[in-house]
């Protein structure tokens, strides 16, 4: 569709790879050249497939959302998505049901959308990041995908998702090139925990990670005291 001069296509292989929850084939997906990528519309649900709310599980849709909405590229919303909203209806009826709001879900959505309306995500550069295992033999490192926000003004974004059903481990390698002597505050944008390292640590082994299933997070950099 690109090739015969669409500005836009439906990025339906990174749909399709994050319903079936591994965290190597999204990465692998998020590989292509930004040329591409930021040509596709990244979306959860719409009027043909079923809704997020019923395809993820809460922990799940959460996850899938921050890799979806915080790569380059389009995003698209559908109707009832931030409600948590679980019945599809066809787009030529004019009417839906009543249903119960995901008061929870809605509060996620709340905090990510003001996270994309940043400078740094809107006029940033992209990167995707390497991650190495914690200690020789982890295997939990495959399960995790990482990448950062860099604005012009110096604003930084680091994303980490352990996307698999099990605790995971790793180092996040960082792009950035600053980091040494000096505290830095990364504070999880999307969830309450605010953490200080220092910065020659995070420069030469990178951000260790110790986390839940599913978890997903988006830290904002900042040079500590």
Not at 69 to 85: A, I
Request: negative net charge.
């Amino acid at each position: 569709m690109l090739q015969q001069g669409f500005d836009y296509a439906y990025d339906k292989r990174l749909y399709d790879r994050l319903r079936e929850g591994h965290a190597r084939p999204v990465r692998e997906h998020l590989c292509a050249g930004l040329d591409f990528q930021n040509k596709l519309a990244r979306f959860l649900e719409n009027h043909d497939e079923p809704r997020a709310a019923t395809t993820f599980s809460h922990e799940m849709h959460e996850a899938a959302a921050v890799i979806a909405f915080l790569s380059p590229g389009l995003r698209f919303f559908h109707q009832g998505q931030f409600e948590g909203r679980e019945k599809r209806i066809s787009p030529h009826l004019v009417r839906a049901p009543e249903e119960p709001i995901d008061g929870a879900l809605q509060q996620f959505y709340d905090r990510l959308l003001a996270v994309i309306r940043q400078p740094v995500v809107r006029n940033g550069e992209w990167h995707l990041l390497e991650c190495t295992p914690a200690w020789e033999g982890n295997w939990t490192v495959d399960c995790f995908l990482a990448f950062a926000w860099q604005g012009p003004g110096g604003d930084r974004l680091l994303v980490t998702v352990n996307y698999a059903p099990n605790q995971s481990q790793c180092y996040v390698r960082l792009p950035f090139t600053d980091l040494g002597n000096g505290r830095w505050r990364l504070e999880d944008l999307i969830g309450n925990a605010t953490y200080d390292r220092e910065g020659n640590d995070l420069q030469a082994r990178g951000l260790y990670l110790d986390v839940p299933p599913w978890k997903a997070s988006v830290f904002s950099l900042k040079r500590g005291s």
